[in-house]
């Protein structure tokens, strides 16, 4: 069974950054994507950045310029670099991994923007 446990999470000023990491308990590489989604309150789960097996990343038009995600193959870890955040950056943010067999989660860390 893998796991994934986030961290980094907290509470930061609008304009602020902060940095996720989301350790992987396999060899993350043997993922072909892995990312990062958010649920704010009352709201759907949405993809915010993602990043492949070949190192390439995409993101939602919302954090483009702003978050960054990247990896370390030799911790086994994906980070999530977010800067300028926003208010509506405001959500639990998962870490996610797609083996084309099965979907994996880890358990959330809360990131909350104040205003």
């Known amino acids: 069974q893998v796991q994934l446990v986030e961290s980094g999470g907290g509470l930061v000023q609008a304009g602020g950054s902060l940095r996720l990491s989301c350790a992987a308990s396999r060899i993350i590489r043997s993922f072909k994507t892995m990312g990062w989604h958010r649920q704010a309150p009352g709201k759907q789960r949405e993809l915010v950045a993602a990043?492949?097996?070949?190192?390439?990343?995409n993101y939602a038009d919302s954090v483009k310029g702003r978050f960054t995600i990247s990896r370390d193959s030799a911790k086994n870890t994906v980070y999530l670099q977010m800067n300028s955040l926003k208010p509506e950056d405001t959500a639990v943010y998962y870490c996610n991994a797609d083996d084309d067999r099965n979907d994996y989660w880890g358990q959330g860390t809360q990131v909350t923007v104040s205003s």
């Open positions: 990043i492949t097996s070949g190192a390439s990343t």
